[in-house]
């Protein structure tokens, strides 16, 4: 059966720290690998890995895959306020985008 | 540009009551369409998704329905809800079935007493 697992799955850190967010699957037949964002209601996309696009970095905000460990790690550097949300990694494997419990990040003044 | 609206945003139904919850995309065609529900401090569950009008695969067996009538319309559905249904329905769609990138509808909070 295909899982996505994440971790940690609550982290709480002060505005400016750096944080690592980790997203680790067994799927078969991997496809791609997509970070989400939910503040309130609506996850918002971030982020979409494949082969043969294995990093991604938007302003504070990067992604990379790998594939031979079978994971992908979420950093967001000097972090603020506005980073609190449950993040969501979720992988497209054969038949389904599986995702993960997610990971609550709580950035404190 | 393309929107998804989903409705109600909020709904408190009392065990053994009926439910309906929609979803409708605008400006796509023949999209790929789900329904995931999404327990509280856990990740999103698939439940139903769909490939065209009338086509609907269950992933989770359970007295939730889904249907879709027309190309752009997908309807959840229960003829008596259970205290376990409780909690926060997103619908989806992509253009890309199962791989790509999904965009959110706002959810449905559905309490169930």
């Known amino acids: 059966e295909d899982k996505v697992v994440q971790s940690p799955l609550s982290l709480v850190v002060h505005e400016g720290d750096t944080v690592t967010l980790n997203c680790s699957y067994e799927?078969?037949?991997?496809?791609?690998l997509l970070w989400y964002k939910q503040e309130k209601k609506a996850p918002t996309f971030l982020f979409m890995l494949?082969?043969?696009?294995i990093e991604k970095k938007s302003g504070r905000l990067s992604s990379i895959l790998d594939k031979k460990e079978l994971s992908s790690i979420l950093n967001i550097t000097a972090t603020q306020t506005g980073d609190s949300a449950i993040y969501l990694c979720?992988?497209?494997?054969?038949?389904?985008?599986?995702f993960g419990q997610g990971t609550r990040l709580t950035i404190n003044p | 540009s393309q929107t998804i609206h989903q409705w109600p945003a909020t709904l408190v139904q009392p065990v053994g009551s009926p439910l309906s919850l929609e979803c409708t995309v605008e400006?796509?065609?023949?999209?790929?369409l789900y329904w995931y529900r999404q327990a509280a401090g856990r990740g999103l569950q698939l439940l139903f998704y769909?490939?065209?009008?009338?086509?609907i695969s269950s992933e989770v067996p359970q007295n939730l329905s889904a249907s879709r009538p027309q190309d752009r319309q997908f309807i959840l559905s229960s003829k008596k809800l259970l205290l376990s249904d409780s909690g926060f329905y997103l619908c989806?769609?992509?253009?890309?079935?199962?791989?790509?990138?999904?965009?959110f509808g706002e959810g449905s909070r559905l309490t169930v007493l």
């Open positions: 989806a769609w992509s253009a890309s079935p199962h791989t790509g990138e999904l965009f």
């Open positions: 799927v078969t037949n991997f496809r791609s």
């Open positions: 494949t082969s043969s696009g």
């Open positions: 979720a992988v497209g494997g054969a038949q389904k985008l599986v």
């Open positions: 400006g796509t065609s023949n999209p790929n």
């Open positions: 769909s490939v065209g009008i009338g086509q």
